[in-house]
């Protein structure tokens, strides 16, 4: 049996796949690609995908496609259910994409045997405001269709913001929640003007202080949202906390409180220290020579050890003066030279 080239095989794939699933190394794959191109294969239901019917509109595909994409959302899912969410996501996605072209959701109705209704040409006329030729439109629409890449995540997500209008999932979520507070207070309220149910709703003061924080909340998500744009919304978050006066965190403070300010009860901090003898002197009679000892005759008295002292040679006179002069200068150095102990230093 001669063996046909590569090319005049290929070209008679068409007629004779038995043969060159015979003749040639790769009839396999060219097998496969004859069979996925045969007329009858199950073609996929879209409608089915969205959980609609295929007489549904433009506004019920859409409101499908937005409860669909909440619910299988990858970001909404637990870690374990991520990948299968992402797979679903897509999948949604891209049967909505499909679904509000007018002409690919024709093709895939004559796919699945559904006529198109006078709903649908009345959508796709006022949409496109004119009706192309049917075979021009026909042969784009093919050229597409084989021009068409894979739906990735990437367009699903830019599915996903088109339609809730530039939203990410957390402003959705957020903006859903306040509609259906905001629902249930109108409900509420509409209860409370016809008198025919008694309104059950606890009216203590943990509730009215629940409802003015909700109330807050909502402001300020308001006034942030229109300073700053929905981005910022994300980065929000809400703390509560109690004014009244807190408990110490432990029974011992280790430093000392600042002047003017009180201890609180049952703490204990490091003791006050004891100011002794410093270099402030005002007149010259507290002035004591550096001697060891000074003899007036009736008593002998010993300096201390931490007492400042000059150390000078001469006549009393010139001791004395030399003493003040000395005592002048510590007192005005910048730290006393650690003699005179601060109060306001925090130790």
Not at 70 to 86: F, I, N, T, Y
Not at 112 to 131: C, D, I, M, N, Y
Not at 204 to 216: D, K, L, N, Q, W
């Amino acid at each position: 049996m001669r063996r046909l080239p590569f090319a005049n095989a290929f070209s008679a794939a068409s007629w004779k796949p038995s043969q060159l699933l015979l003749q040639l190394p790769h009839g396999a794959l060219l097998s496969a690609m004859c069979f996925a191109s045969l007329p009858g294969m199950p073609v996929r239901n879209l409608y089915k995908r969205l959980g609609i019917g295929h007489m549904a509109t433009t506004e019920e595909i859409k409101a499908a496609y937005r409860q669909r994409a909440l619910e299988c959302h990858p970001d909404v899912v637990d870690e374990s259910q991520k990948a299968q969410a992402e797979v679903r996501f897509r999948s949604v996605s891209e049967a909505y994409d499909i679904l509000m072209d007018p002409h690919r959701r024709k093709e895939h109705d004559k796919a699945l045997g559904f006529r198109s209704t006078v709903a649908e040409a009345k959508e796709t006329q006022k949409e496109k405001g004119t009706v192309a030729d049917p075979e021009v439109r026909s042969a784009g629409t093919t050229a597409a269709s084989q021009r068409r890449k894979p739906f990735v995540r990437g367009d699903a997500d830019r599915m996903f913001r088109e339609v809730f209008h530039g939203m990410t999932l957390d402003q959705v979520i957020f903006k859903e929640r306040l509609r259906q507070r905001q629902a249930r207070r109108h409900s509420q309220g509409n209860k409370k003007n016809d008198g025919d149910e008694f309104d059950k709703t606890p009216c203590g003061r943990e509730e009215s202080i629940r409802r003015v924080t909700i109330a807050a909340a909502e402001r300020f998500a308001a006034k942030v949202q229109r300073q700053y744009g929905p981005d910022m919304l994300r980065h929000v978050r809400v703390y509560s906390g109690s004014r009244a006066p807190q408990p110490p965190p432990s029974d011992y403070m280790p430093f000392r409180p600042f002047h003017g300010w009180a201890v609180p009860e049952g703490v204990r901090t490091p003791p006050e220290p004891t100011l002794g003898p410093t270099s402030r002197v005002e007149d010259e009679e507290n002035v004591q020579l550096a001697v060891s000892s000074i003899s007036d005759g009736t008593r002998r008295r010993e300096l201390p050890k931490h007492f400042p002292a000059a150390q000078a040679c001469g006549s009393p006179a010139s001791l004395l003066g030399h003493a003040l002069d000395r005592m002048e200068r510590e007192r005005n150095s910048p730290h006393n030279m650690g003699k005179l102990y601060s109060y306001r230093r925090p130790y």
